[in-house]
């Protein structure tokens, strides 16, 4: 696991150095660079395989063309063998070598035989071509700047900045995105001249021009439903310990994040199986009904873990400065806090987590997945009529506190979370399953905006192009549709962008089992009962859990990670930093939203109701990131490595 970075078509002495600097929390093992009159590439080494060679930049042995690489092939001593067989010689043990080997032998062909979450650069000193690539899904994140005659890239924003040749300008529209989604989705940053590379693509730089292009997506559905459940279950949960097995290989410690639900506690249990020593596992809780805490120590204590505990509290809000510094983009859910604290107390362990994204994306375990289907049977099963004359008056009359009930979900949904669900099932009946998606994730939407937004910001939206669309997905049943709208923007743009960039803050590697993209295939071909069956999600994965896990353990409910945070939001820390951030002045000296309507909003919260309290949130995680990436109050981490290397 590393920081990458680089450009083609400038000539700045000291720039790729500051850019590697800037990475430094990502690799703080060794440093190298390589510079080839207008074209460099620098690395940050966190050593996870093969710890005494495998250094970065790598030059093939020719010297024609050079690598710099984030992640992990996790194949690697196959296709190692493989390589090997066809004449191949090897210098070192890493898994970079192979990759540079196998590219050498098949250039693009070769991500097709990559098991794995990387990003990588090859520049061929040849021909002056600059190639990108990124994983699969998105595990592992890229940057770009695109620039007349010149293209820089890096794994984190923050090393892009050390450039001063671009403007800094914020997307109007990306700042709409991310108060609806708390992200910032698709293949632009919030910054206007930053780009990413969108998982499972390609991209090349020659000449001054660039050219993308897409090199795996999620594969159509083609549903196995000839074969038995007890046959495809057998497959599953082979494909699931293979996968575990293969993230397990490192040279270095390796733990479990362990939140007592489904998705990790089977993780754990797989790897307890796997390994000869108590897994080390790590739960953060925050003292109120909803923790998992004592169930993940339940699980632990089975399982004969190793087990850590972290508490997680309203002072902690003063962590989320150093949290924004390291999101890049923003991510507007207290979510981060706790993620973060969790990395900073593994590292103290381990270098190497397992960790459970992706199983919900894949089979249907999110609450909104419920009610998406839910909503999806109800459009088909009632009349146009009744639904509008009958169905939503009742709604209407229903008290909030009731419909909380029925959500099951963990904070006070209030009036506003009920005309939020009112207004979902108005897109729903209308079979708009792409604007239903968006409404039932979304934190603002435009009753919220209506009066937030100053006049000057909405003529800004009203005139600057749209650049980005939400990408729609027409292959399979509607079920399926519904699963791979996630792969588009919130897997890569929400959740691994949040598991890479909390854990790289303390120099620890995420690994993701769930997502081994031969696990992904076999489960887009699954029949939806055994994905999501009635409105129980995640149902061949409870039946694994079965086999290596109490009934108890098994059958447990999915409860979202929430973070408490209407239960913060009073506290001496919290109101002083949103003093800070949500007062008259700073507002008004941002120029994006009214003053008063941001007060109003302060005041909404004392109706606890959860909508209000993260919505006040997500602004105060936008103005930190525009004081650190816009006003340029950022702060350089320290220069921690112990080796450097330069590629001549």
Wanted: aromatic content about 10%.
């Amino acid at each position: 696991m590393c920081g990458i970075c680089g450009y083609v078509g400038l000539d700045e002495p000291g720039l790729i150095e500051r850019m590697s600097r800037a990475l430094v929390h990502r690799g703080p093992d060794q440093h190298g660079h390589f510079v080839d009159r207008e074209a460099a590439l620098g690395h940050r080494r966190l050593s996870i395989i093969d710890l005494t060679s495998g250094k970065q930049p790598m030059a093939s042995l020719d010297g024609t063309k050079v690598l710099v690489f984030n992640g992990e092939i996790y194949n690697y001593k196959e296709l190692r063998e493989l390589l090997a067989a066809e004449g191949h010689v090897f210098e070192t043990s890493s898994d970079t070598e192979v990759l540079l080997r196998l590219w050498e032998s098949r250039g693009p062909a070769a991500l097709d035989l990559l098991n794995g979450m990387f990003a990588f650069a090859v520049f061929d000193r040849q021909t002056r071509e600059l190639v990108l690539a990124r994983d699969r899904v998105g595990i592992k994140p890229l940057y770009y700047l695109e620039l007349p005659g010149r293209l820089l890239f890096a794994s984190e924003t923050k090393a892009l900045l050390e450039y001063t040749g671009w403007s800094k300008d914020v997307r109007a529209h990306g700042i709409r995105d991310y108060l609806a989604l708390r992200y910032v989705p698709g293949d632009r940053g919030l910054l206007r001249e930053v780009k990413k590379l969108a998982p499972g693509h390609l991209l090349r730089f020659k000449g001054g021009k660039v050219t993308v292009s897409r090199y795996w997506s999620p594969p159509a559905p083609t549903e196995t439903s000839t074969r038995s459940e007890n046959d495809l279950l057998d497959e599953f949960e082979a494909l699931l310990t293979k996968s575990v097995e293969r993230r397990l290989v490192s040279d270095v410690s390796v733990g479990a994040y362990l939140s007592g639900g489904l998705d990790s506690s089977v993780l754990v249990a797989l790897m307890s199986r796997i390994v000869d020593e108590p897994v080390r596992t790590f739960s953060v809780g925050f003292d109120y009904e909803h923790d998992e805490l004592s169930e993940a120590a339940a699980t632990a204590e089975l399982l004969g873990c190793d087990h850590h505990e972290l508490a997680c509290r309203a002072e902690d809000v003063t962590l989320l400065p150093e949290i924004v510094y390291h999101s890049d983009d923003p991510l507007g859910d207290p979510i981060s806090i706790p993620m973060f604290q969790l990395a900073r107390e593994a590292k103290k362990q381990v270098t190497v987590i397992l960790t459970g994204e992706g199983a919900d994306e894949m089979l249907g375990g999110y609450l909104f997945h419920k009610v998406m289907w839910a909503a999806e049977l109800y459009r088909r099963g009632v009349p146009g009529p009744i639904r509008r004359w009958v169905v939503e008056p009742i709604l209407s009359a229903v008290p909030a506190w009731m419909l909380n009930v029925a959500f099951q979900y963990p904070a006070y949904l209030g009036k506003r979370g009920k005309q939020k669900a009112i207004d979902y099932l108005r897109l729903a009946g209308a079979g708009d399953q792409d604007r239903g998606y968006r409404h039932l994730i979304s934190l603002f939407d435009d009753r919220d905006t209506e009066s937030l937004y100053t006049g000057e910001f909405r003529e800004r939206l009203r005139t600057e192009p749209v650049d980005w669309v939400p990408p729609t997905d027409e292959l399979g049943s509607r079920f399926d549709q519904m699963l791979r709208l996630q792969f588009g923007h919130w897997l890569p743009d929400n959740m691994l962008l949040r598991q890479d960039k909390m854990s790289m803050a303390s120099a620890i590697e995420g690994r993701v089992p769930y997502l081994d993209h031969e696990l992904m295939e076999f489960c887009f071909r699954l029949p939806r009962s055994l994905r999501l069956r009635g409105l129980t999600g995640k149902y061949l994965l409870r039946k694994v859990a079965e086999r290596v896990l109490p009934k108890t353990t098994a059958k447990r409910k999915k409860m979202p990670f929430y973070v408490p945070i209407e239960n913060y939001f009073q506290q001496p820390a919290f109101v002083e930093l949103m003093d800070d951030l949500l007062g008259e002045d700073s507002v008004r000296r941002r120029g994006i939203f009214r003053p008063e309507s941001v007060a109003k909003l302060r005041d909404a919260m004392h109706g606890r109701e959860f909508l209000f309290v993260k919505q006040a949130f997500s602004l105060m995680t936008l103005e930190l990131w525009c004081r650190a990436f816009v006003d340029g109050e950022m702060r350089c981490a320290p220069a921690l490595a112990t080796s450097d290397s330069v590629v001549p």
